[in-house]
């Protein structure tokens, strides 16, 4: 069961109708209703492009997170988690993008290196005055503190005094804190409200003060001088003044780490961290918890268990899972505007949303206050996608299939998508979501670049599947490894169309001698270079079993391409020919015709779920009378038959092989017809059993590589030579 999920709801969705349609988020029903329509027409487009592509999703249970009955769902996770005591609403500072003017969780951000500067900056102290560095001039407005490390000795004497913020002359309080860097700067910092995550820490810590420096726009408030100002123009007028005062000392250009909106490729804007009152789910004392369950789940590949610990290690806040949009999952719940108090609606009464409903409460129920007013905001998306592994195991009901077996997701999203569906799933059921997670990487344009409709870089399915059909591109994708990003190369898909085309030659070949009773009977007898052929098929197919059951995907495709196309094509065919025309006995040609249908059969089944299109059309031309099944893709998947490996018939295969092959590189080197006989070949070797070999098979090599008469010396001027069995074999052609 492969059901197939859409989350549509979000930023991207939000970002795209209000930029390039041009609706403005504050007409809210007609918003919302091209925010629907804008995402169901992304979903058929995809849905199209994935059906081109034989994408085997269970299209019978489809659902997309903006549906009403999906709305239910999570606002019931939410209800369960506020009966668990994990829901609260404060006023705390949350990360907040200026140019999407939102909330973010914490696993929505990334560090980007930027180009700044280092300002210092003298604070007036008694008898005199300190010097800070900063990045953030443009806070000064906003420092409630200044810092030093305890154990550095130049500034003991300072702590628990009094420094005076220039162009304000505020007092504020000295500190000691081990966060301080006494190498960076001048070892002196400052702390402001909120200048990065540390001032959030210090100041709560301390119980500082509260000075808002921003509001959400990302303009600066409460300065005084420099108000309304975006941050860059602030900083420059801010330096400019402090070098009027006398105040700046000098500016330093750095590159340095900037905390940005890097979930969003599209928005790469650096966060601001400002007070608002928002929701959260507790979680901060569930990070052993959730770090023993990824220990449970079998990850692919394993390093990005490591990844997920390494970012619950990290985590310093709680869920924060309400955003200041329109498109999404209404959070379900009502609040007292005097005491604070959380009113929840019942189960029964889902779904609800009431920034627009009827409050089901007249009264606040703990202190009696009659102003009740609803949840504004939406639901984070990885709220909504974070049941989904429920959603598919018919919960609220009795869960079917739970955990399920495979949770396949992008690398990017592992701290949140893998993060927020194990922590969810976890509270509601006490167990994990899924078995496995298997981590894909991103396909990056060619120039090795994220794909970018900005860079003129995107590849779109639809265009390689015009040029080089959905079985080409399934199989160049497939070629690159599990985990790993990787480019997009047309060379890649025109290779795997080439190799596509060989199949299809080489089945049409085949086609010719396939015969209903031939096919289905086991022949009584084997010939040996038949023998030599099944027993390396027996071989492929415990090697391929064995990747694709451990989603090595790009391995399995990697041996099915070696040995369709050379072993299979480029040698036993051509070895195999002069037995199909004019065999010497009525068993050797049936043997042939034999292993024939049985390789080629085994083949497209091992293929099948990689190239499923080209499978499916030889499947029905060449073997649907023979089988009866309606399609290849309900036929078994192979198993080697252990009566067909045969360890003998190695060597005699191989050693044919080896001198087929130098013979034919003999006549292509000289420019001359495969079909031209070559009168001589003398063979030394220096080894009797090697010997005893090559004279057992003598007569299939004079066949095979159109061979008039074979002699043995001792000496002998070397043309062409191999190694076989740790034995030098030479051999001299004449024509």
């Known amino acids: 069961m492969l059901p197939q999920g859409w989350d549509t709801q979000g930023l991207p969705t939000e970002l795209a109708v209000q930029n390039k349609l041009g609706i403005n988020p504050n007409q809210t029903e007609k ?5 629907k329509a804008w995402a169901s027409k992304n979903i058929k487009t995809m849905r199209s492009a994935m059906i081109r592509l034989g994408y085997s999703a269970d299209w019978t249970f489809e659902y997309k997170t903006m549906d009403k009955k999906y709305h ?8 369960r988690l506020f009966n668990q005591g994990r829901i609260y609403r404060s006023k705390h500072p949350v990360y907040w993008c200026p140019k999407c003017k939102t909330t973010l969780a914490q696993a929505e951000l990334g560090y980007v290196k930027r180009k700044g500067i280092l300002a210092y900056i003298k604070f007036k102290i008694e008898n005199g005055h300190v010097e800070i560095a900063t990045t953030r001039p443009e806070f000064l407005h906003a420092c409630v503190a200044v810092a030093v490390n305890p154990k550095d ?4 004497n300072l702590v628990n005094k009094k420094a005076i913020v220039p162009l304000y002359n505020r007092k504020v309080p000295i500190i000691a804190d081990n966060f301080v860097d006494p190498n960076f700067g001048t070892g002196v910092v400052m702390v402001c409200t909120f200048g990065d995550e540390r001032d959030v820490h210090v100041v709560l810590e301390r119980k500082l003060p509260v000075i808002q420096a921003l509001n959400e726009e990302g303009r600066i408030v409460n300065s005084k001088y420099f108000d309304d100002l975006p941050v860059k123009e602030a900083r420059k007028v801010v330096l400019k003044k402090l070098e009027f005062k006398g105040c700046l000392s000098k500016i330093e250009k750095l590159w340095h780490n900037v905390l940005a909106h890097t979930e969003r490729s599209t928005c790469q804007t650096p966060i601001e961290l400002i007070l608002k009152n928002q929701w959260f789910i507790r979680i901060l004392d569930l990070k052993n918890d959730i770090i023993k369950l990824a220990d449970e789940i079998s990850w692919v590949p394993e390093h990005f268990q490591n ?31 005097r005491c604070g108090a959380i009113l929840p609606p019942k189960e029964e009464q889902l779904p609800v949303n009431p920034s627009t409903d009827i409050p089901l409460f007249d009264q606040c129920p703990k202190c009696g206050n009659k102003e009740i007013a609803g949840a504004s905001e939406v639901c984070d998306c990885w709220v909504d996608s974070s049941i989904t592994p429920l959603v598919i195991c018919c919960w609220p009901g009795k869960l079917e299939n739970f955990p399920v077996n495979l949770r396949q997701q992008g690398s990017e999203i592992v701290r949140t998508w893998a993060f927020y569906s194990i922590t969810q799933c976890y509270l509601q059921t006490g167990t994990l979501p899924f078995k496995t997670a298997l981590i894909n ?8 670049k994220a794909m970018s409709s900005s860079l003129g870089n995107v590849i779109y399915p639809e265009e390689v599947i015009e040029k080089f059909g959905a079985d080409s591109l399934r199989e160049a994708l497939i070629l690159a490894s599990v985990g790993s990003d990787f480019p997009f190369k047309w060379k890649d898909v025109e290779y795997c169309w080439g190799f596509l085309q060989k199949m299809w030659n080489a089945s049409r070949f085949v086609h010719k001698y396939i015969r209903r009773n031939e096919f289905l009977e086991n022949p009584k007898r084997l010939y040996f270079v038949d023998r030599w052929l099944l027993n390396k098929l ?8 064995r990747h694709m059951e451990t989603f090595r995907f790009n391995l399995a495709v990697q041996e099915l391409q070696e040995f369709f196309w050379h072993l299979f094509c480029d040698d036993y065919i051509e070895m195999v020919k002069h037995r199909l025309n004019k065999p010497k006995k009525k068993w050797v040609r049936k043997s042939a015709v034999y292993t024939l249908n049985h390789a080629l059969w085994n083949l497209i089944k091992l293929y099948a779920p990689i190239t499923p299109h080209i499978t499916e059309e030889l499947y029905h031309r060449l073997f649907k009378e023979q089988i009866g099944l309606e399609s290849i893709h309900l036929a078994s998947w192979p198993k080697p038959c252990e009566n067909l490996i045969d360890e003998d018939s190695e060597f005699l295969g191989e050693l044919l092989r080896r001198i087929v092959w130098n013979a034919r590189r003999f006549k292509s080197k000289r ?10 070949l003398k063979i030394v070797c220096q080894n009797k059993k090697v010997e005893r070999l090559i004279e057992e098979i003598r007569d299939e090599i004079k066949a095979v590589c159109k061979v008039k008469r074979i002699s043995f010396g001792k000496k002998g001027l070397k043309c062409i030579g191999f190694k076989f069995q740790g034995c030098e074999v030479n051999l001299r052609f004449r024509v």
């Open 31 to 35: 918003f919302l209703r091209t925010c």
């Open 307 to 337: 990844r997920l610990v390494k970012w619950i290690e990290s985590l310093n806040w709680d869920w924060v899972f309400s955003r200041q949009r329109k498109f999404g999952t209404p959070i379900p719940f009502w609040y007292c505007k």
């Open 671 to 680: 420019g001359m017809a495969l079909s031209k006989e070559i009168s001589h």
């Open 538 to 545: 027996q071989r492929l197919i415990i090697n391929v079993t």
């Open 441 to 448: 990487g991103m396909i990056l344009g060619p120039d090795r």
């Open 72 to 79: 239910k769902k999570v606002q019931l996770a939410l209800l």
């Open 153 to 156: 000795r130049r500034y003991r």
